[in-house]
């Protein structure tokens, strides 16, 4: 070599590039593992009312200043715990998706404390073409006879909101919350308080029932005091008659024409008198 020493310039440099690279490696990796946190996902999606197994969970590793609260870090506390809400592959497992412990596997899992589960049968056209999917909010029609209309020949007939703001829980033996697609079934399964659900099953003796679909984060109120054959043929909901316009009353004049009577003079009296004698069956005028 013609020049030692810049053969040994080259030689430190890559040295030097070398230490500086594993230096700079290790630095990141301990950062890396300074700031994440182990966390228990799903390995799988698991449908709500599941009882979980080890096989269907994992660690992974989480940022740590976005862990979830709630989480978990040992697999082996969620064993045989039962998910009240589906999740999905790779979701963190929380506190606030699992049913109570001790709860065992099903639908009665995933009922809030106080309520109950209740089923109705539905069709096609009642079920809102199959748009009532788990998850979704409902309100109950009944459509029936009104007994407070006491005129004869009357139509009783009505149709009135009785139940709002109903959580649909399964659809036919179905409780799988993922689904987008609609599904016609012939049973809806719904989440009442006991006065709701007393109160759904006068309805759905006295009358027919249809679902009413509503939005997931509408929670208002409809006070509504029902629809009767009257109210839907009544004038209100049609469109108003166009008024005649007014026209102004025609004068007529009328020109009577003065009629004048000429009466005939008096006859003057005459400058004498005369008297009328009768003798026997003759009668006679004498002028004096």
Do not use: C
Request: glycine share 6%.
């Amino acid at each position: 070599m013609k020049n030692p020493r810049a053969l040994v310039m080259v030689v430190i440099s890559i040295i030097i590039g070398l230490g500086a690279v594993v230096l700079a490696s290790r630095w990141i990796s301990h950062k890396a593992a300074v700031q994440s946190s182990k966390v228990v996902v799903a390995a799988t999606d698991i449908d709500l009312g599941t009882p979980l197994s080890l096989r269907m969970l994992k660690v992974a590793d989480w940022p740590s200043d976005s862990v979830p609260a709630g989480a978990f870090t040992d697999i082996k506390t969620l064993d045989t715990r039962v998910l009240k809400t589906s999740i999905s592959r790779g979701e963190p497992v929380l506190e606030s998706k699992l049913a109570p412990l001790g709860a065992t596997g099903g639908l009665s899992a995933v009922i809030k404390e106080g309520n109950r589960a209740m089923t109705v049968r539905v069709n096609d056209v009642v079920g809102v073409a199959g748009f009532a999917l788990p998850g979704n909010y409902v309100d109950i029609v009944v459509n029936t006879q009104d007994e407070t209309i006491k005129a004869e020949n009357a139509n009783k007939s009505i149709s009135k909101i009785v139940l709002e703001h109903i959580l649909v829980l399964a659809v036919a033996q179905e409780q799988n919350r993922d689904e987008t697609k609609p599904r016609v079934v012939n049973a809806v399964t719904l989440e009442v308080t006991p006065e709701q659900a007393e109160k759904l099953d006068l309805a759905r003796s006295v009358g027919s029932l249809s679902l009413v679909l509503r939005n997931q984060i509408d929670n208002s109120s409809a006070a509504t005091s029902g629809s009767t054959k009257k109210d839907l043929l009544s004038d209100v909901s049609r469109p108003e008659a166009v008024a005649p316009a007014k026209v102004a009353p025609q004068v007529k004049v009328v020109v009577k024409k003065r009629v004048v009577r000429h009466t005939a003079p008096a006859p003057k009296p005459e400058p004498y008198e005369q008297v009328e004698v009768v003798r026997g069956s003759t009668t006679t005028v004498e002028k004096f």
